[in-house]
Every structure is written in C-alpha cells, then in structure tokens.
C-alpha cells in the first residue's frame, strides 16, 4: 500500500472486496480532504457495489462537479442514474462524458441505449451511427444499431449491420436470431431458413436453433415449443427491453384479454386468478383488482424477475403451464393467458388441464394468433416459429375440453414490419357446479 496516497486505503479494501472496511475508509479520507474528485469517485463505486444507488449518485455528482473535465466520473453517474431510472439525467451524463472523451465506446452505447428507452429513436439512430463510424470493428455497436433500425423501419439497412456483426463475431448468436427473424418478417424465408441452419451447425445444441429449423422444414409433428426453447429465447437480455419492445410494436394481448374479463361481468367480486404465461406481468395492473389472490406463472425466471417489480402479484412461479394446471384442481375462479398459447400448437391437453384447474362457473381467456389457412390439424408452426390456429379449431378444441364458448372475438394482437397479427380473443366458460 503506498503510505502517501490517502486514497489507497480505499483502493485496497476494493481490491479485497472489503467493502464494509471501505465505506470506513472513504469516510475518513472525505472528511480529510473533502474536495479531493477521486475520493468521491471511490466513495460511489463502494456504495454503488453495495447496492446503495442514491448515496452512489451523490458521490459521482460530487466527483464531477469538482472535475468536470474527466469523463468516467460523468459515465459513473450516468449508470447510477440509468439505474434509478433517472433517464434524463443519465442522458446529460452520458452526453458530458462524451463531450471529454469523444472516443468513449462504452459512453456513447449506453447514450443510444437511453435514447432507445426514451423513445428518441431519430436521435438513437444517429448515436449508433457515429458509434459505428468511430469503432466500425465493434460487433456490439453494429447489433444495436441494427436492432434499432429493424424496429423504426429501416429493415435493409437493419441486415446489412446484422450481417456485419456476424462478420465481427461469428459467435453473436442473439444477431444470428435476430437476423432469421428479420429475414422471416421480410418474407425472405430462403435466406432465413440458410439463417437457421448455419447457426444449428455451428450450435447443435442450441434450442432456438433447432425450433427454428423445424418451423422453416414444413415439419408437422410439433404439439408444442420446448420448454428450453421458451427459455433461452426468454432470457435476461430479452426480458429486461421485453415491454419497451412491445411498445412499440403496438401489442394489444393484455389490454384485449383485460376487457374480456371485464365483460364476463364480475363486478367487485374478488376471485382467485391465475395469469399463465404471465411473462414480464403486463396483464397484471390490469386484472389486479378483479382479483382477491393473483398468481403468475411462466417457464422463464428471468422473466419472472421483471414481474416481481411490478409488485401486483401474491406469488409467482416458475412452471411449464400444462404441468402447473395439472397440479391445481379447481383452485381458480378465472385464467388469463395472453399471448402464450401460439407456443402450443395442439391445444386439447393444456385446455383439458385448465379445465380442471378452475372451479364451476370459472372462465378461461386467451388469445391465440389466427390461421388464414386452413390445415388438417387445425394449427401450423409458422416460419416465425409460433404456432398460429383457426377459429374452427379453437372452437372444436375448447368444446371437447369442457367448457362453453362464450365469445370468440377477432383483434390485432401487435404489429410487425406495420402489419397487424391477426388473433382471436377467447372467452370460455366452464358451467356451474
């Protein structure tokens, strides 16, 4: 340790990951040289690793206010207020730190990615687009420049920064998922399918590799997408940008399901309801006070993360739909399932489980999305590896679970490349006890 340096005390208790003898230690150089920038800077990453974001803030705001001039304190505080979902002032920070390092790679991705956010697309896009031209051998830079040209519209110039990031990371299998699915929405399904079974070979064992080459090869014999399938595509990275990205693809399933509940005409009457396939909880808000006990369940924990902040729900769990329903007899008042049944093709063994699952007099609803094609099954795993279904189907199949139609509805579920999704809202009644 150097003996002349007062900050090396702190420096060596974070090296050790001593953070309590740490947070000692930065008091105690603060107190002695409070207007020394790096002490500040210290004291925030040693609360800013303990979780303790506010008192982080204040240290990095005191950094940069008594040295402007060096940009990491200005990228510190942009990540603690990114944290704290202080968007705006992260902006400014972001942008500080770009003004006093214009090279900063890691200051301008986290700029667009806060833009992005905030919905300033035009502005995102040309943050990117620097970024790109600055450190055109960066693979991250070219993935998110693409992402965020695919979802404003720029679907060719989207491939293009997807192909590149390809090139610059053979290994980026997000950009190889992204790339298929942007070939499939384009209608480019030769390409796409080329896509898909580059990456299988490249990655036997990836599960979204293997769905999607059995969603372009016409195969048939799918009832339902694989449980690691559900999970890898659900991951952490996926469900932390899930609700912004439905945004802004006009995704309507929650709200559609919500109003089919209100409807059936509950009233104040607080029932047990279970959301299946709650997903980042989108449904909740909107069912919460129609319901005495509300419990989520979905495959992906990660997803299921993002749900407990929302705070609405009793319990969450984490369980394939099928299995949950089957060890809950007649447990529920009401089921909601919003945009999870299109991983399901045959839907007679899920259906018959939730029957069992309600109690008489209960009401399933859901949506699925629609075939404008009729088949023998009645379903079809689609090049965009969702399962689609046609009203006779769905009609047919709730019938022989048990339960009353009470309303079939057609509606657009979302939006992609401007195009509605056709889907079906469906209200089933199970008679009373």
């Known amino acids: 340790m150097n003996e002349t340096d007062p900050l090396a005390a702190i420096v060596d208790c974070l090296k050790r990951q001593d953070l309590a003898a740490a947070e000692v230690a930065s008091r105690d150089v603060l107190s002695q040289h409070p207007h020394n920038p790096r002490a500040w800077h210290l004291s925030g990453i040693v609360h800013a690793q303990q979780s303790q974001l506010e008192r982080a803030l204040k240290c990095f705001q005191q950094a940069a206010n008594l040295d402007k001039s060096n940009p990491l304190y200005h990228y510190n505080l ?43 697309n035009e502005e995102a896009i040309a943050v990117f687009q620097e970024l790109v031209e600055l450190h055109p051998g960066n693979a991250v830079s070219h993935f998110n420049l693409a ?20 090139e610059l990371d053979p290994d980026h299998s997000a950009a190889r998922e992204n790339l298929g699915r942007a070939y499939t929405d384009a209608g480019l399904g030769t390409e796409a399918k080329q896509v898909w079974q580059a990456w299988l070979e490249r990655e036997p064992n990836n599960a979204v590799a293997k769905h999607m080459v059995a969603s372009t090869s016409g195969q048939t014999d799918l009832e ?4 690691d399938y559900v999970r890898e595509t659900f991951n952490q990275d996926f469900a932390k ?15 559609l399901v919500a109003a089919a509940l209100e409807a059936v005409g509950l009233g104040s009457t607080q029932v047990n309801m279970l959301d299946a396939g709650c997903g980042t909880g989108l449904c909740g808000p909107l069912v919460r006070s129609m319901a005495k006990r509300l419990v989520g369940i979905d495959l992906s924990a990660d997803m299921l993360t993002e749900a407990r902040n929302r705070e609405v729900y009793d319990d969450l769990i984490e369980c394939e739909i099928t299995q949950y329903l089957l060890s809950q007899p007649a447990a529920f008042d009401v089921i909601v399932c919003a945009d999870t049944l299109c991983y399901f093709g045959g839907l007679e063994k899920v259906l018959s489980a939730a029957r069992e ?3 008489g007099g209960g009401w399933f609803i859901f949506t699925v999305e629609e075939s404008g094609e009729q088949s023998l099954l009645g379903y079809q ?10 009203e006779a189907y769905i009609q047919q199949a709730v019938a022989q679970a048990g339960f009353a139609i009470h309303e079939v509805t057609r509606s657009s579920l979302r939006k ?12 089933a009644a199970v008679p009373p006890a």
């Open 78 to 120: 942009g990540l603690a207020c990114k944290s704290l979902n202080r968007m705006d002032e992260a902006i400014a920070a972001y942008r500080e730190a770009i003004v006093h390092d214009h090279q900063s790679l890691e200051a301008r991705n986290n700029l667009g990615n806060a833009l992005m956010q905030q919905g300033e």
């Open 147 to 166: 992402n965020l040209l695919q979802d404003t519209g720029n679907f060719d110039e989207s491939l293009e920064h997807y192909r590149r990031t390809l």
């Open 224 to 227: 339902r997408c694989d449980d």
């Open 241 to 255: 940008n899930f609700d912004s990205q439905l945004a802004r693809l006009s995704y309507q399933a929650p709200q």
């Open 357 to 359: 699952s309600l109690r």
């Open 381 to 390: 795993l689609k090049q965009h590896g969702r399962f689609c279904h046609t």
């Open 416 to 427: 992609e490349r401007g195009r509605s999704v056709a889907g079906l809202v469906v209200t």
